[in-house]
């Protein structure tokens, strides 16, 4: 029961930091709901003086217990109650743990406030500042975020790194623990704190009590069931009846369920559902993989990928995780005798896509990357275009790409490989189906430090040139992609996917209702080569292809000279 107010203690001790508090302070806490009354004590264990202020007399009198003075909101005039209380003083530090859209909680803080007090913004409180008496006191204004440093770090949460404590001695991992010892010791008690608890399978009725403005519900906690420590623990989640498996349907295991598979797999899987039975779902979050079963039907959600790739009347993997894990994903669906479609890059290096691609002929099973854009309706026609025109042809690609949070994933050499390999693979392996050749060369310039803004010109065995412009400068509300080619005393231009103009090349324009960028085509491809019926057209030598084009292109743009493209 303690540990379950860990976190919410975190926050609490957070914001106690924030405030700098000092022995023999006097610090107001606006708020005696449970992050209220958390705070009140750990300003009580920093030896300072609280007064906790609230609507709800019931709150009140918790404040009490833990040692706090307290002015009923209700009840008369909390500025002239905390002045008085300090004898004209004021208070050292505010900290607001209520909730309002009203600045009025914030303006009335700096009231409280003795000159050059503190106010700490710990709830989700109006901020419209009235200058007049922060000012007049030089009240000195800070917001407190979450459970200390660490959040919304992506490098700290997801990958593990942490501040050394020379230079940040609280982080949140840190609060967290500091939280703990406190428990433990006795210090901390939040036993008052629990009005209610209630079994996990209620926790629908214990929302509704925590929501109610039942000024009686500080602290409702959910008990789960005790595990049976002989039992193992539970990894696959099975629904209560799935559809049975019809013959001629491929056996699939989608493995990721985020957003792009939820975007785009997930809708296209139940679009082919006639053609492919979705056996299990794999995912990091068991809920992740569980709502993404229910939407496709599957016949069960595991965060175990191994525990999937044995389920029986499985022929083929889906792998649509973060590409870091592609290579390693890919080799263990190989080794287990399955078919595989990988989302795109294949690996985040040529020997990361070397070992997939040694892996698939070792097995002898179909290896498919995601180049979905061979597979447009408009890419094909115009690859039909250019096959009919003799001699070597000039390509320009633009990728309007748009910028990225700089702490995006994707970003990320480690785990997105940045966007030229992370995305800069698809452009590749398209210029190079196109041209029908290989490539042999490429040089590049970026604009600035990274490869977020790049160009680069490759030159081809049959003596056609690319240049591929990559940038995040434009617009992202203008078209993404446009593709121009001109050859034989033509041109050619497709844009976004979703027209082609042709000018002195045999065919005709064409244009779409909507843009087709070939998703549903090569998911549709992949199934069809799984069950013979046709070559498959895109392979892991294919990945490995465009892996060596970025890596080329990155020698590239350090050593500012052409660079040779290795051999796929």
């Not at 609490?12 to 806490?29: D, K, Q, S």
């Not at 009846?241 to 699939?252: E, F, H, I």
């Not at 896509?353 to 498919?368: I, K, S, T, Y």
């Not at 050619?492 to 960028?517: C, H, Q, T, W, Y």
Request: neutral net charge.
């Amino acid at each position: 029961q303690q540990a379950g107010f860990a976190t919410l203690g975190a926050v609490a001790l957070h914001g106690v930091r924030r405030a700098e508090p000092t022995v023999g302070e006097t610090i107001v806490v606006a708020g005696s709901g449970l992050i209220g009354l958390l705070t009140a004590q750990l300003l009580r264990i920093n030896g300072c003086r609280v007064i906790c202020t609230d609507l709800a007399p019931q709150r009140l009198a918790l404040a009490r217990l833990f040692g706090a003075t307290t002015l009923d909101a209700a009840q008369g005039d909390l500025v002239r109650g905390v002045h008085a209380l300090t004898d004209g003083l004021g208070a050292d530090a505010v900290m607001l743990c209520a909730g309002s859209k009203s600045s009025q909680l914030v303006n009335q803080a700096f009231e409280m406030c003795r000159e050059r007090g503190r106010v700490v913004v710990v709830g989700a409180v109006g901020l419209d500042l009235e200058r007049s008496a922060m000012y007049r006191k030089e009240i000195d204004l800070r917001i407190s975020r979450s459970y200390g440093p660490g959040r919304y770090d992506s490098e700290y949460e997801e990958q593990g790194a942490t501040y050394p404590v020379g230079y940040v001695r609280w982080t949140e991992t840190r609060n967290l623990q500091m939280i703990v010892d406190l428990l433990a010791a006795g210090t901390l008690d939040v036993q008052p704190l629990i009005s209610a608890e209630y079994s996990v399978s209620d926790a629908a009725v214990a929302y509704e009590r925590i929501t109610s403005g039942d000024p009686a519900a500080v602290g409702v906690l959910l008990a789960y069931p005790q595990a049976d420590a002989a039992r193992p623990a539970q990894r696959v989640w099975r629904p209560d009846a799935v559809p049975q498996s019809r013959p001629g349907q491929v056996g699939l295991v989608l493995v990721g369920s985020g957003q792009f598979a939820r975007l785009m797999h997930i809708p296209n899987l139940k679009a082919l559902q006639s053609e492919v039975n979705v056996r299990s779902v794999v995912s990091a979050t068991g809920g992740s993989a569980r709502q993404a079963a229910q939407a496709l039907r599957a016949g069960s959600a595991t965060t175990d990928l191994a525990a999937a790739l044995d389920l029986p009347d499985v022929d083929a993997v889906l792998i649509a995780t973060r590409h870091n894990l592609h290579a390693d994903q890919c080799i263990q669906a190989l080794r287990a005798g399955k078919h595989v479609f990988v989302e795109k890059p294949l690996g985040l290096d040529a020997s990361e896509c070397r070992a997939v691609l040694a892996e698939m002929e070792h097995a002898a099973v179909l290896c498919a990357v995601g180049f979905n854009r061979r597979f447009a309706e408009l890419s094909i026609a115009l690859k039909q275009v250019l096959e009919k025109i003799v001699g070597p042809k000039q390509l320009s690609y633009r990728v309007n790409a748009g910028a990225l949070p700089a702490d995006h994933w994707l970003l990320n050499a480690a785990i997105g490989g940045g966007r030229l390999v992370g995305e800069g693979c698809h452009f590749f392996d398209l210029l190079c189906w196109l041209c029908g050749s290989e490539p042999l060369t490429v040089a590049a310039q970026s604009v600035g430090a990274t490869a977020d803004d790049v160009a680069c010109t490759i030159k081809f065995a049959d003596g056609s040139v690319a240049t591929f412009v990559y940038s995040a400068l434009g617009d992202a509300r203008a078209g993404k992609e446009r593709i121009e080619v001109m050859a034989g005393g033509g041109l050619a231009i497709l844009e976004d996917f979703k027209s082609l103009v042709l000018s002195g090349m045999p065919g005709r324009s064409r244009r779409l209702r909507v843009a087709d960028k070939g998703h549903r085509a090569l998911l549709r491809h992949f199934l069809d080569a799984v069950r013979g019926r046709e070559p498959l057209q895109v392979s892991a030598r294919d990945g490995l292809r465009a892996a060596l084009c970025a890596a080329a292109a990155q020698r590239a743009l350090a050593s500012r000279t052409t660079e040779n493209i290795e051999t796929a």
